[in-house]
């Protein structure tokens, strides 16, 4: 299934922003962060979400890093179809988080309200599987908030997670993925 959504370990973030003794770094953090799936089958539809998406943004060199753990999706159309999810598509025990880390494309100006049209350029980890991506995404600044919206396709093929024939009609080979949320401007 698919809940190979847009994350980021919090640790590696850290690795984005070198910072010198003197710097003042301010960075956007998500204060809430939601990020959904939806597998679009012919004989079933499967849908979950999670609240947990975490991630930053450094205005100062345009980098991002986002995570979100696997097991923090509910919804799905029953008990059973959250366990077959975590247990034998995305192996959560084994691979316990999706991550995006990488670099904004297109220059912004993160002191002027106004929506932006960007491109998200990184590595998306998902099932232990990296993958260079370019994600588009929508960007409202307001008064030091970013609210983020993104829309996108993931191909389980592409991060190696495997459906058996017997249920390939009830999962998409594509899942169907959305983000969005507020980041809030953070002294760090």
Do not use: C, W
């Amino acid at each position: 299934m698919g809940s190979f959504l847009i994350s980021i370990i919090l640790i590696p973030y850290y690795l984005l922003i070198p910072l010198q003794e003197s710097d003042t770094r301010f960075l956007y953090k998500f204060q809430e962060g939601n990020i959904s799936f939806k597998s679009n089958a012919p004989l079933e539809i499967i849908m979950a979400e999670s609240d947990g998406l975490r991630g930053i943004i450094d205005p100062s060199n345009n980098t991002f890093a986002f995570t979100v753990s696997i097991s923090s999706f509910h919804g799905f159309n029953g008990p059973l179809q959250k366990e077959h999810f975590n247990e034998n598509y995305m192996e959560t025990d084994l691979y316990p988080a999706a991550t995006f880390i990488g670099k904004i494309i297109e220059d912004v100006d993160y002191l002027k309200n106004g929506n932006y049209e960007i491109r998200a350029k990184g590595l998306l980890n998902i099932h232990g599987v990296k993958q260079e991506r370019i994600i588009k995404s929508q960007i409202e600044i307001t008064e030091g908030k970013i609210h983020l919206k993104s829309i996108f396709l993931i191909a389980l093929i592409d991060h190696n997670i495997r459906i058996p024939k017997v249920v390939y009609q009830k999962i998409a080979p594509d899942i169907e993925v959305t983000i969005e949320g507020t980041m809030l401007l953070t002294k760090m």
